[in-house]
Every structure is written in C-alpha cells, then in structure tokens.
C-alpha cells in the first residue's frame, strides 16, 4: 500500500480522484449499511419490510448500473460521477423528511439504481487513471482499502452525530457533507485532467 501511495502522490489527476472517491464512497456505504437502522428505528418498519427493502436496492442495482455506464459513455466517467453524486446529496436530503414505508421504498429504488452504477463507474475510472504496470493487484488492493476505510470513517460519523443529537434524521443530513466534499474533489480532478489533455495537445 505505500508503495501504491509513492506513486499516487506523483499522479495528480488520480491522487485527486482518490480523494473524491474516498469521500462519496464514505456517503454510499453508511448509506447502504445504515438504511435498515434508520427505517427500523425512525420510521418503525417491522424487519420483513426492511428486508423487502435491501431486495430492492439490490435489484435495482443491475439497471441502474447498466443505464449509468451508458451516459458514462456518452458525457465521460467524471461527469457522470458528478451527476450521480448531485442525485445522492438529493437522496440525504429526501430521507430527512419522509414519514412511510412507501416513500421509504421509493428511496430505497433510486438508491439502488444510483449505487450500482456510481460503483461500476468509479473502479473503471480508477482502472484508467493508473499507471500502466503489471503490479494491478497492489493498486486494486489500494483503492479497496481506501473504500474501507471511508467506510469505517461514515458510519461513525453517523454514529456520533446521532449519538449527538438524538435522531437518524440528523446523521442523514451530516452525509450531505460527505457527498459534497466528493463532488467538490471531482470537479477539481476534472479541471487537472482537462488541463493536462491541454497542455499534452499544445506539446
């Protein structure tokens, strides 16, 4: 991993594309993992509902993924990646007000359809931002320890916010921050990759 890191740190467009990742994908797990507490104990949703609900997501997940790699192909991975990443900011907002198992569902479809595809998306991105080696395995084992570790970071933010304030509903909103944070990086990746594709086309 800190060999990974060596090379990261001389790559500005992937190092910055690291940073947005680590910190959406810290919003995207917490919300995965956290989304049965949250209607468990905001909304009061018995368990056979909740499990209804990770059913969808997962199902879900196949389309969203499959439509989201098509308008990467047509508007580039980043941008699509900030699209996507308006649509969760939109999510958490959402979740602070809803009140019933349906408007729990429809949540729980778009976050599905969203998380697939954001997903898929960001290791292609990652797959072709890396130096060309023969050592993938290290750099693969890199972003996955970076995702792990944005997880344990989201959940206890979640965690403590809620510990805090007394509600769920509150930690939602404090993912905002998560998910803005990461497209703010994304637009920073985007800026230093179009610069260099500049600077490369007047060389």
């Known amino acids: 991993l800190k060999k990974v890191w060596l090379q990261v740190k001389q790559m500005p467009v992937l190092r910055r594309f690291l940073y947005a990742f680590f910190w959406y994908s810290a919003g995207i797990q917490t919300v995965f993992l956290a989304s049965a507490q949250f209607g468990a104990k905001e909304l009061r949703l018995p368990i056979d509902k909740l499990i209804i609900t990770i059913m969808i997501i997962q199902l879900v ?6 439509l989201i790699s098509r308008i990467s192909e047509k508007f580039g991975n980043i941008k699509t990646i900030m699209a996507v990443t308006l649509i969760w900011i939109g999510v958490c907002g959402a979740a602070y007000f809803i009140h019933t198992g349906i408007q729990f569902y429809l949540l729980a479809a778009v976050v599905g359809l969203i998380m697939g595809g954001i997903q898929s998306v960001s290791r292609s991105t990652y797959a072709n931002l ?15 320890a970076t995702e792990k570790i944005a997880l344990v970071i989201g959940m206890f933010s979640f965690g403590y916010v809620e510990e805090l304030t007394g509600s769920m509903r509150n930690s939602i909103l404090a993912l905002m921050l998560f998910f803005i944070l990461g497209f703010l990086f994304l637009g920073w990746t985007l800026r230093s990759a179009t610069a260099i594709k500049n600077k490369l086309h007047l060389n």
């Open 130 to 144: 890396m130096p060309k080696t023969k050592d993938t395995a290290s750099f693969f084992s890199f972003f996955d």
């Open 61 to 66: 997940a196949i389309p969203g993924a499959i």
